[in-house]
């Protein structure tokens, strides 16, 4: 576990059968039913840390991959005349879907968008390619960025996306197991 990491564990009446973990900036949440142990607690937290880095290693070794695809898309789609020197997922930007930083050439995107589809990821690798010649969203960024020929259906899927989640998010509280999975939460159903 990284060292800044912080682990808060939150244990919950309702929860019988599972342990789900996820990180949250830079604490890691482990949700565990309200009738365990200490000792049961300290063990499962344990595991479910393992199980958490063990997944992000995995992760982490597709920033390669991503890295070609957004040259590919800048070569296809924006002649390729301002290419990132680094392109790579993150998992601390919850409130966009990518970043870029044109002076050092870096594009972040956020890992929520690796379960998307692939052409709502390349919306968003275009999106960010294209602020490495116009930093602002003027009509000449909007410009660029449409050459991509999916630009409006991502645009729309992740507009949805994000108001269901909101939506989610209300309902969060009552039923907290029901969306871990769509949110990328490590789970493992406790052993009989």
């Not at 990284?2 to 309702?14: A, C, H, L, M």
């Not at 871990?180 to 493992?188: C, F, N, P, Q, R």
Request: with cysteine; charged share 35%.
């Amino acid at each position: 576990m990284p060292s800044n990491t912080k682990v808060e564990v939150r244990r919950s009446p309702r929860r019988r059968r599972t342990v789900s973990a996820y990180r949250d900036g830079d604490t890691t949440v482990v949700l565990v039913p309200a009738t365990f142990s200490r000792a049961e607690e300290k063990r499962w937290v344990g595991r479910m840390l393992q199980r958490l880095e063990a997944r992000e290693g995995r992760r982490h070794s597709g920033d390669t991959e991503l890295h070609e695809r957004a040259l590919e898309l800048a070569h296809r789609y924006l002649g390729g005349v301002e290419l990132p020197d680094s392109v790579r997922w993150v998992d601390n930007q919850n409130a966009r879907w990518g970043s870029c930083t044109p002076d050092t050439r870096t594009i972040r995107i956020s890992r929520r968008l690796a379960r998307m589809p692939s052409w709502v990821v390349d919306y968003v690798l275009i999106h960010e390619l294209a602020h490495l010649s116009i930093p602002h969203h003027g009509r000449d960024f909007w410009d660029l960025v449409r050459r991509y020929p999916r630009t409006e259906r991502a645009r729309g899927y992740l507009e949805g996306f994000s108001a269901a989640s909101r939506a989610e998010a209300c309902d969060h509280d009552e039923d907290e197991e029901a969306d871990e999975e769509e949110l990328g939460i490590a789970e493992v159903a406790l052993e009989e």
